[in-house]
Each structure stands twice: as structure tokens, then as C-alpha cells.
T-cell receptor
Framework: DAKTTQPNSMESNEEEPVHLPCNHSTISGTDYIHWYRQLPSQGPEYVIHGLTSNVNNRMASLAIAEDRKSSTLILHRATLRDAAVYYCILRERSNDYKLSFGAGTTVTVRA | EPEVTQTPSHQVTQMGQEVILRCVPISNHLYFYWYRQILGQKVEFLVSFYNNEISEKSEIFDDQFSVERPDGSNFTLKIRSTKLEDSAMYFC???????????FGSGTRLTVV
């Protein structure tokens, strides 16, 4: 029972921005939006999270729609090292805020 | 930057044998987790641990699994009698509080033969 919907894959060119969409139409007011990524042969890596407002950190930006039913992870300048599977995860209060991974979006970066 | 350390990186064991996977979480973190990823599949939650007890476990985490924090620094996952289907990457994670980001280790690849 997927709580988020993401495209299976996306391609990007090196040094260009990447916008990764995620739909979470069942989100409630106390649910958090988390993003992780998994580089090949590595463990998942925390990227960013938010509740209502847009968020920025050194890795990425998170833009949350006004109705909170969708969000976009923005990588400002993709590098080859950003090639990974990106997971958008809804952490729901009703599910004790469990961190549950879906299939994610596989991002390929072209040199 | 602080890391979660897992050992060994790769373990091969015979079916029916017991294995212990070891993790050293980040020192000021209070919440600890084990996840696994079968080759080509999703990352699956196994168990969460807080205040020296299991706070939640999944259906996968049956009686053959156990976790322990024996000495205040290590966090271990024991599989009592391994099966072929236990072959997977096992990831340990920790967080300073439950709603913050988790820091994952690089994983232990368990191969049951």
C-alpha cells in the first residue's frame, strides 16, 4: 500500500538541476516528508525532510506544495556522484512515524 | 562526520548456523534500527530499539531474530538458525531522535549457503 508515488527513473546532465517529484495525496497535518538516497552498493543516506515549509540544506532543497499533497526534491547541480535511487517517504503519525522505503526513483547523471 | 560502523562487511554462513551482525551506532544517538535489503528488492524495516528495549518490529522479525545492546556502544542483530532466504544486505541505522534523519551504516552482506 504505497503512500507515495514517484517516477521509476529520471535522467539528468551533469551540472544541471534535477527536480524529483513525489505525490503523497493521503498526507495528514502531522505527517513528515523525508527523502533518502541510496548510492550503488551503499546504505541509504538521509537527504532532507520537511513538514509544511520549504527546506534547504547543503545537499538539496525540498519544495512542498501548498496543499502538501506533493513535494519536489531539488538537486541544484547534479554531479556523477548524485547517481542513486532517491526515496520519498511519508512518515505518518498514524503509523508511529515508521521509516518505510518504497521503490524510489533511479537517477542517472550523464557526463 | 560521525558514522555508523558495521562489521563484518561480508559474512558467509551455512544454513542452520547462528550469525551475529555487529553495529556501532553514533555515540550520542538514542534510537537504533535494523533494516535488510534482499538483492534487487526494497529496503525493509526489521526492528527499532530504544531505551534498551524493542520499540517496534516487523513481521519479518520472528523468533529467530534478536537484538541486543550489550555494552552501551555495540548494537547487534542475531539470527539463530539461518535460512537461505535470510541472504541479504543488513543495514544498521541510528538517530538522535525518532523523527530526525537516520544515519545508516554501509551494511553487512549475509550469504547463507
Amino acid at each position: 500500500d504505497a503512500k507515495t508515488t514517484q517516477p521509476n527513473s529520471m535522467e539528468s546532465n551533469e551540472e544541471e538541476p534535477v527536480h524529483l517529484p513525489c505525490n503523497h495525496s493521503t498526507i495528514s497535518g502531522t505527517d513528515y516528508i523525508h527523502w533518502y538516497r541510496q548510492l550503488p552498493s551503499q546504505g541509504p543516506e538521509y537527504v532532507i525532510h520537511g513538514l509544511t515549509s520549504n527546506v534547504n540544506n547543503r545537499m538539496a532543497s525540498l519544495a512542498i506544495a501548498e496543499d502538501r499533497k506533493s513535494s519536489t526534491l531539488i538537486l541544484h547541480r547534479a554531479t556523477l556522484r548524485d547517481a542513486a535511487v532517491y526515496y520519498c517517504i511519508l512518515r505518518e503519525r498514524s503509523n508511529d512515524y515508521k521509516l518505510s522505503f518504497g521503490a524510489g526513483t533511479t537517477v542517472t547523471v550523464r557526463a | 562526520e560521525p558514522e555508523v560502523t558495521q562489521t563484518p562487511s561480508h559474512q558467509v554462513t551455512q544454513m542452520g548456523q547462528e550469525v551475529i551482525l555487529r553495529c556501532v551506532p553514533i555515540s550520542n544517538h538514542l534510537y537504533f534500527y535494523w533494516y535488510r535489503q534482499i538483492l534487487g528488492q526494497k529496503v525493509e524495516f526489521l526492528v527499532s530499539f530504544y531505551n534498551n528495549e524493542i520499540s517496534e518490529k516487523s513481521e519479518i522479525f520472528d523468533d529467530q531474530f534478536s537484538v541486543e545492546r550489550p555494552d552501551g556502544s555495540n548494537f547487534t542483530l542475531k539470527i539463530r538458525s539461518t535460512k537461505l532466504e535470510d541472504s541479504a544486505m543488513y543495514f544498521c541505522a541510528s538517530s538522535v531522535e525518532n523523527l530526525r534523519g537516520y544515519t545508516f551504516g554501509s551494511g553487512t552482506r549475509l550469504t547463507v549457503v
